[in-house]
């Protein structure tokens, strides 16, 4: 029996299990299984809300997994050459877990819904836990996040098609897809010919996340482009134009903006180290600008309605949400309201009355993450992101060779970062959270890697 115990335990610690638990990990993303737990605060603010019912997610049975085994596997930090990197990220994250639980008990008897709250506890203690596993783990992960990503975003783009096409869902509610109809309320729509048509939403929860899904999907296409062979290229051509046409039918201004700036990062900083990248990129990043000027002129009516900005409902309510978000950051400034609280007094702060299905969070990741944990955990998230962006930028300065995978991470991470400007998803929602802290996590991976090496290291130091 202990034989049979201590050959499971060495198969459970290898690297392939390892890199199987994260390739699962990253499906999970796009097939988002879950089971209401606890559903009675459903109603709770008039209307039933995702917001107020506690969900067990397919991927948190995966992620808790991850953690588990990765922190059993990898070696203390003690034993690395270079401890400077990672002790600062596991500082931030131990400190950023502290303020978060702090948090929870100083509001503790202000509660609204106390379960909520230790709910939304965990789940950020999670994410912050996985980025910290991802830090110090193995340096191959990125070509799994990579190929993972590129399969499953080429069958959204496939769904999302056919869902436009028949604007009705496929059927696969199973897995996360939404009810979605030009007639179903609640369901995001756009208005052309007199008439209203769904947005594209995948498997997901709101087509704005598709958008950012697809986003991050288009970086890494064209990272995976620059080292393929021809026939990878091809397929991967496909696959750019594919997702050019889907991030159209999601019809997320945010998401297209970001898109065209992501892009224009990642260009830029592969072609600064080395010209022959541009030769490399061209066909790619001419089939993107081409497939959205052709789809810009079939679909001119829908776009036109969208391109409207200020003035939309969209945007009023944005902004009332916003100046809601800074109201109950002056009257909670040290503690925030609680995590998972700020949507619970969302009606009290808002201009005049307003309907149950008017309540929704705070539309910008900073805002909602003061709201609910405070000043402190903000300048604490703050400046760790800072610190890896500066040190991101340090590296890349010091490098004379290309690094596909690292200009890749960090284009990801800064349309991430820009694309929390605009919503909340990355915050509230399970896959687009576990996304941003996957790509942080293997960016600071590939920073204390990039700095081992003796040519970079020297640079920087001078």
């Known amino acids: 029996m202990i034989r049979i115990l201590t050959l499971i335990k ?3 610690t290898q690297p392939l299990f390892l890199r199987l638990v994260f390739a699962m990990l990253m499906s999970s993303l796009f097939l988002e299984v879950k089971y209401p737990i606890i559903n009675s605060f459903g109603y709770f603010l008039g209307e039933k809300k995702d917001f107020t019912i506690i969900f067990a997610y397919l991927s948190d049975i995966i992620l808790l997994g991850w953690i588990f085994i990765a922190i059993y596997y990898n070696l203390p930090l003690s034993k690395r050459e270079n401890r400077y990197l990672g002790e600062n990220s596991s500082f931030a994250s131990l400190l950023l877990i502290i303020l978060i639980v702090t948090s929870y008990y100083i509001n503790y008897s202000k509660l609204i819904i106390p379960i909520i709250s230790i709910y939304i506890l965990i789940y950020l203690t999670k994410l912050i836990v996985l980025h910290g596993t ?51 309320f609640s369901v995001a729509k756009v208005e052309a010919f007199g008439q209203v048509f769904i947005r594209s939403y995948g498997t997901f929860a709101h087509p704005n996340v598709f958008g950012a899904f697809l986003v991050i999907g288009l970086v890494i296409s064209l990272a995976a482009f620059i080292n393929a062979n021809l026939k990878s290229r091809l397929v991967l051509l496909l696959l750019v134009g594919i997702q050019t046409f889907g991030l159209t039918l999601t019809f997320s201004r945010s998401a297209w903006l970001v898109a065209m700036l992501a892009i224009l990062i990642f260009v830029c900083l592969t072609w ?8 490399k990129l061209y066909p790619a990043v001419l089939l993107i600008l081409l497939s959205f000027v052709v789809i810009g002129i079939i679909y001119l009516p829908f776009i036109a309605e969208r391109g409207r900005v200020a003035g939309t409902t969209a945007y009023t309510e ?95 991470l800064i349309a991430i970062l820009i694309l929390m400007m605009f919503d909340h998803y990355f915050y509230t929602l399970e896959s687009p959270a576990i996304l941003f802290w996957v790509v942080l996590g293997l960016l600071v ?14 640079r920087i130091m001078n």
């Open 10 to 12: 060495q198969k459970l």
């Open 134 to 184: 991802l830090s110090i783990c193995l340096d191959d992960l990125f070509k799994i996040f990579k190929g993972v990503f590129l399969l499953f975003i080429g069958l959204e783009c496939a769904l999302a098609i056919y869902q436009f096409w028949n604007q009705a869902s496929l059927g696969l509610q199973k897995v996360g897809e939404s009810m979605i109809g030009p007639y179903i």
């Open 272 to 279: 600064n180290i080395d010209l022959s990248v541009g030769e």
């Open 318 to 412: 944005r902004t009332n949400y916003n100046t809601a978000g800074l109201k109950m950051i002056i009257d909670y400034a040290v503690f925030g309201v609680g995590p998972g609280q700020s949507l619970l007094h969302m009606e009290h702060y808002m201009p005049g009355r307003i309907e149950p299905w008017d309540i929704q969070p705070i539309h910008n990741y900073y805002l909602l993450f003061t709201t609910e944990l405070g000043l402190p955990a903000f300048f604490v998230f703050a400046l760790y992101i800072s610190y890896v962006l500066q040190k991101s930028f340090r590296v890349y300065k010091a490098m004379t060779n290309l690094d596909v995978e690292f200009i890749c991470l960090l284009s990801c």
């Open 445 to 458: 991976n590939k920073l204390y890697r990039l700095e081992k090496i003796g040519d970079i290291q020297n």
